[in-house]
């Protein structure tokens, strides 16, 4: 059994910053990619960023590059999203996502992930 908890959302200031963190179990997972997906009340789900470890490789998407970083945990399977320069439009739940399969490229699409955590809440005020 793979489980994926986050933590680290909350409440803040636009302009201001919060930092995400996903750590997946399982007695014999291994993560080859693990990304953050976010989706605001009546939107589908959205890619945000992810990284590979096969790869060493990190993507994001077009409206949080620049200001959201996602890294590696010291533990394997552990990543880390950092978000500054918060915006209102950033308000959302925000979803770890993990795969153990090898791939060519990044994984961009949620169906490309076969675990996912419950969601975390993030809320940014204007």
């Known amino acids: 059994q793979v489980q994926l908890v986050e933590s680290g959302g909350g409440l803040v200031q636009a302009g201001g910053s919060l930092r995400l963190s996903c750590a997946a179990s399982?007695?014999?997972?291994?993560?080859?990619?693990m990304g953050w997906f976010r989706q605001a009340p009546g939107k589908e789900r959205e890619f945000v960023a992810t990284?590979?470890?096969?790869?060493?490789?990190?993507y994001y998407a077009d409206s949080v590059k620049g200001r959201f970083t996602i890294s590696r945990g010291n533990a394997k399977n552990t990543v880390y999203l950092q978000m500054n320069s918060l915006k209102p439009e950033d308000t959302a739940v925000y979803y770890c996502?993990?795969?153990?399969?090898?791939?060519?490229?990044?994984?961009?699409?949620?169906?490309?992930?076969?675990?996912w955590g419950q969601g975390t809440q993030v809320t940014v005020s204007s």
């Open positions: 990284y590979s470890w096969s790869g060493g490789s990190t």
């Open positions: 996502a993990a795969d153990q399969r090898l791939r060519v490229g990044v994984l961009l699409n949620t169906h490309e992930y076969g675990y």
């Open positions: 399982g007695r014999t997972f291994s993560a080859d990619a």
